[in-house]
């Protein structure tokens, strides 16, 4: 069964750094793509970063210069580089992996930006 877990979230301050790690339960690159999404409270889940298994990258625009995904194969871990972080980038982040046009989903991990 595929698993995907998030660590790395946490309190951090308002233009601080924060790297969210999401470990998988088999090799990476048996994903089409792996990505991060997130969700703040009242609002819908959103796509913040992803990566194909090719290695393309796209970024939302909100985030677009400031976070930044990668992956480590040998680790199957994708990660999350989070810089200058917003009062708005607080909200519950999830790793996604889509393989077979199934989609694969983290418990997700809370990021806090305070002042």
């Known amino acids: 069964q595929v698993q995907l877990v998030e660590s790395g979230g946490g309190l951090v301050q308002l233009g601080g750094s924060l790297t969210l790690s999401c470990t998988t339960s088999?090799?990476?690159?048996?994903?089409?793509?792996m990505g991060w999404y997130r969700q703040a409270p009242g609002k819908q889940r959103e796509l913040v970063a992803s990566?194909?298994?090719?290695?393309?990258?796209r970024n939302a625009l909100s985030v677009k210069d400031r976070f930044t995904i990668s992956r480590d194969n040998a680790k199957k871990t994708v990660y999350l580089q989070m810089n200058s972080l917003k009062h708005e980038d607080t909200a519950v982040y999830y790793c996604?992996?889509?393989?077979?046009?199934?989609?694969?989903w983290g418990q997700g991990t809370q990021v806090t930006v305070s002042s």
């Open positions: 996604n992996g889509k393989m077979y046009a199934i989609d694969y």
């Open positions: 990566m194909t298994r090719s290695g393309f990258r």
């Open positions: 088999g090799s990476i690159v048996s994903f089409d793509a």
